[in-house]
Each structure stands twice: as C-alpha cells, then as structure tokens.
C-alpha cells in the first residue's frame, strides 16, 4: 500500500481488532466525504468482512490479509 489512506485504513484494521459489531464500525469510520472512504476502502482491498454471529448480529472481522497486513506494518514499526 503506497496511498494517503493507508495510515487511516490500517488505524481501522487495528480498532476492529478481533471483531466489531457492523453498527459500531459504521457510527466510527463511515463517512459522505468522498476523499476519506476508509470503510469503503478497506472492503474494496478485501480487508475487512462481514458475517453474522450465532445472535444474528452482523460482525465486522478483518480478514486473513488485514491481519497480514496489519502485522507486516507493526513489524516495520517495530524495526
């Protein structure tokens, strides 16, 4: 990733953490501001998704290439 929302995406990936309520994630991170689409583009990038828990409540997860995403990041940081 090499764009200016990187930094903002990966502060998504990182407060989801291991799972959200789809609900919380939309109040925090959607926007109408077409320059800021965080959401839009951590789902565009295949990092995020959504399913249901046995409740029935949608979740937010990140997926296997947010969380390798996420770790590749915080390795580098941590160099």
Known sequence: MADPLDPLVLDLLDWIGPGRPYLDVMDAWRTSCPRLPVW????????????????????????????????????????
């Open 40 to 79: 839009e583009e951590a789902n565009a990038r295949g990092l995020v998704e959504c399913s249901r828990d046995d409740a029935g409540i949608e979740q937010v997860r990140i997926t296997a290439g947010g969380a390798d995403l996420l770790r590749s990041r915080r390795a580098v940081h941590a160099a």
